[in-house]
């Protein structure tokens, strides 16, 4: 697999932003098929930094539904995979830089 297919996309919420501050930990949704040694290639090639510990979690599908004036439309959201990558003291990801 490819470096480039491996991470989809940072995730920016509260908890990720607190972890990344307080812990050096920064959450990252990837491929599905990416394993924990491919992503830890991907971050250090792309932000290069020094990543400690690669930790992953499988969040599973969620059913969705909501009313319209049709009717109820019933849905689901996708599975995805995301990693908690823990890069190591003094180093730090940019994650805004882009923005």
Do not use: C, W
């Amino acid at each position: 697999m490819k470096l480039s297919e491996v991470l989809v996309k940072p995730i920016l919420t509260e908890k990720a932003n607190a972890q990344s501050e307080k812990l050096n930990k920064f959450t990252f949704r990837v491929s599905r098929r990416a394993n924990k040694l491919e992503i830890k290639d991907a971050v250090e090639a792309f932000y290069g930094v020094t990543v400690k510990e690669v930790h992953t979690v499988v969040v599973p599908a969620k059913n969705k539904t909501r009313f319209t004036k049709a009717g109820y439309i019933k849905g689901q959201k996708p599975a995805y995979k995301k990693a908690y990558v823990t890069v190591a003291e003094g180093d730090s990801i940019d994650l805004y830089a882009s923005i």
